[in-house]
């Protein structure tokens, strides 16, 4: 029957046509197209998804024509083909289209490749608008809001009223089960924990109009009576029920009791957390169940990988979920970024991370770290963490102190509050005290100040201590917290440094960062963020930091290096290296033997913004992406000189401007996994300076013959530059 139907369509020049009746279990599938008579609701890709007959990939079309590959046969079945095109007319029936016309009478086959192609022809007709919207009792003989206790009837009306019932809209089968969904929320959350809900739908065909009617019975307002528990083996009840929004004699809320499921969870002790309300007689108390199990408490975890500014690295944990109880974990953790190879110049300039320069950082970092999850409130958590660390730091004019080149040490403890206002929106508050040494030249970390009114304390040992208090906020309000498409986040962050505590760095930091969502069609979406933030020295810092550049001052500034501000990578300014895009000098270090390279300036203020269209990528589904962008920063001095004097008054550092805009642009694609989007962008800086398009181990050639920078020719690979990433850019 098929086959006499299909043979009725006409054939096209584009591709040849022969009796359908050749058609055989071993024909393949070459395309399956679309064309709309009238006009066209939903997209292609979101159609193909009704159906199981498959066109073939692209990665598919690309195999065809790689030699030693095959693609994967897509196979034409006349049965499940006619099977789709009902899904296809259900569909449209589902969405308010109620008499649509979908045939395929311009299929095509080639009987010597074997393969057909698929045209179906859609005409939608009109769509059932909405008409009416009423609210009734459970037998329809009075209005919803009678069946209600006079108390709750006024917030019946005001949600009501909130509701977006569109009359005029047109009518889909997804609307009216969205509206049953937030009208059963609404009601177990008000206490109503056995409300049930039915709706019908009256349809004038003709005048293609449609009546909705909801019938709601609340049934009995409740508390919770009994709270059930099972599954703990080695977790304490008393520890379940601390972290649970709901308590006996408390209204029964929908929300709270997955806010309990969730508190669970993030106690890292359950591998499995249900929480829901058994079979009972509706009543005024309800009985609410959690049923859990426990995951293993003892844990080791580790993980290798590179990074083209840290080399090898390597990290190992052990943890104990549950450290003596009261859902206490302890992790004991070690961190080695070996710096091995010493640069990355066995890849292109346009991947390495440090953009060609010629050495590597290298940090090992151990520490214990104890979380208390529960402060007073589920809400509220804390921890602390000593922890010990030693570096290798390029930009310190330090020497080696070992074979290892360390010229930098830390010892500390982190400590942090945080609460959760709500899922993934939070307030923490940090405070960091440490006790840092770096290794100096001797003629800076020895003798008496000459002049009283130095600023610059003196330290025998080149040491000084970190006191750093952070408040930091994570707000706003998304359909996806983890990946999101529409809605908004802010991020403001306030740090002080040695204003309650004495420290060796005193300032103040303030920043804020918005991002925006936005989608532009079903399938498109629009991103932005904007970030500011400015440092502000005040005390010892401000004065050494305003101070002429010299050999002195310059061991102060490395004090801030991790304060300031930068721009450049991935998920910031892409086109540049991580923190090599604005100003920049050329810094020589003894740390493996004399090598010049690209040490960035820094900034004490910074404004940045980004803007990304997601776009779909055709043929590949919806697990692939295709993004454009452009991106700009600026940073700024305000005023202080950021650049280190040079060891000798003969060495040049070449630095270039710090306070000039700059912008690239991209295109990128993104595939998402079980763990997040793969991202792979390729940016052009469109106005880099001298150093950005110049190869380091050619300038430091060409400063060692006495050359300046300029001479050196720019590089073609460094005039764009890949980005791989896990994750959104924002």
């Not at 019946?156 to 009518?171: I, K, N």
Request: proline share 7%.
């Amino acid at each position: 029957m098929l086959l006499s139907i299909l043979s009725l369509g006409l054939a096209e020049p584009s591709y040849a046509q022969d009796p359908l009746s050749l058609v055989d279990s071993n024909t393949e599938v070459r395309s399956i197209d679309f064309r709309f008579v009238d006009q066209q609701t939903f997209s292609d890709e979101r159609l193909l998804r009704r159906m199981a007959t498959q066109q073939p990939s692209v990665w598919d079309r690309w195999q065809r024509r790689l030699p030693l590959l095959q693609p994967t046969p897509r196979f034409f079945e006349p049965v499940t083909f006619q099977r789709d095109i009902a899904r296809l007319r259900s569909f449209y029936r589902e969405n308010g289209f109620p008499s649509p016309r979908i045939d395929y009478p311009a299929t095509q086959f080639n009987a010597g490749e074997n393969r057909i192609r698929l045209v179906i022809t859609i005409e939608e007709g009109e769509p059932l608008i909405i008409q009416d919207a009423v609210f009734l009792d459970a037998d329809g003989e009075r209005y919803a809001v009678e069946a209600f206790e006079p108390e709750m009837r006024e917030k019946w009306r005001a949600f009501q009223r909130d509701m977006s019932v569109e009359v005029g809209t047109r009518y889909t089968d997804f609307n009216r089960q969205r509206i049953e969904d937030d009208v059963l929320r609404w009601l177990r959350n008000q206490g109503y924990a056995f409300a049930t809900l039915r709706s019908e739908v009256e349809t004038d065909v003709e005048a293609r109009t449609a009546d909705l009617r909801f019938f709601v019975d609340p049934g009995p307002r409740a508390r919770v009576g009994v709270i059930e528990i099972s599954g703990n083996e080695t977790v304490e009840r008393r520890i379940i029920e601390r972290s649970l929004a709901l308590r006996e004699g408390d209204i029964f809320s929908a929300d709270k009791l997955s806010e309990g499921q969730r508190n669970l969870f993030n106690l890292n002790l359950f591998r499995v957390a249900l929480a829901d309300v058994p079979e009972q007689p509706r009543d005024s108390t309800v009985a609410i169940r959690y049923r859990v199990r426990e995951a293993n408490m003892r844990t080791l975890a580790g993980e290798v990988g590179y990074g083209t500014t840290v080399g090898t690295t390597a990290e190992g944990r052990w943890s104990h979920r549950n450290f003596f109880g009261n859902a206490r974990s302890f992790t004991a953790s070690v961190v080695a970024e070996t710096g091995y190879p010493n640069d990355a110049r066995f890849l292109p300039n346009f991947l390495a991370g440090t953009g060609g320069s010629t050495v590597t950082e290298r940090r090992f970092r151990g520490g214990l770290l104890v979380r208390e999850p529960y402060v007073f409130s589920p809400k509220l958590s804390a921890s602390i963490e000593p922890f010990g660390e030693i570096r290798r730091n390029p930009r310190l004019p330090g020497v080696s102190r070992s074979g290892l080149g360390i010229n930098e040490t830390t010892i500390g403890v982190d400590s942090r509050l945080t609460y959760e206002v709500f899922s993934f929106r939070t307030i923490t508050l940090r405070h960091s005290l440490q006790r840092r040494r770096q290794f100096v030249p001797e003629e800076l970390q020895s003798g008496a100040v000459a002049d009283p009114e130095d600023p610059i304390e003196t330290f025998g040992d080149g040491g000084f201590n970190r006191s750093v208090f952070t408040l930091s906020a994570n707000l706003g309000r998304t359909d996806d917290y983890v990946s999101p498409t529409v809605g908004f986040m802010v991020r403001p962050t306030a740090e002080v440094a040695g204003a309650l505590i004495p420290s060796g760095v005193q300032y103040g930091k303030l920043s804020v960062e918005l991002a925006g969502y936005q989608p532009l069609t079903p399938s498109v979406d629009l991103a932005a963020r904007l970030f500011a933030g400015r440092v502000f020295p005040f005390g010892e810092s401000r004065d050494a930091l305003a101070a002429e550049p010299s050999l002195r001052n310059s061991v102060f500034l490395n004090r801030f290096n991790d304060v300031l501000y930068y721009a450049g990578g991935g998920t910031d300014l892409r086109g540049w290296p991580a923190n090599q895009a604005g100003g920049k000098f050329i810094n020589s270090t003894d740390v493996e033997g004399t090598a010049s390279l690209l040490a960035p300036i820094g900034g004490m203020s910074k404004a940045a913004a980004n803007v990304e269209l997601r776009l779909p990528f055709p043929g590949l589904g919806d697990s692939w992406r295709t993004a454009a962008f452009v991106d700009a920063a600026v940073l700024g001095t305000e005023g202080f000189s950021l650049v280190p004097a040079p060891p000798t008054s003969d060495l040049d550092r070449f630095p270039t401007e710090t306070d000039a805009l700059r912008i690239s642009t991209g295109a990128g694609v993104r595939y998402q996994t079980p763990f997040g989007f793969l991202r792979f962008d390729i940016a052009i800086p469109l106005n880099p300076d001298p150093l950005d398009v110049r190869d380091p181990r050619e300038v430091s050639n060409a400063i060692s013959e006495g050359r300046p920078p300029t001479d050196v020719s720019p590089s073609f690979t460094r005039q764009f530059r890949f980005h791989l990433g896990i994750g959104r850019t924002f």
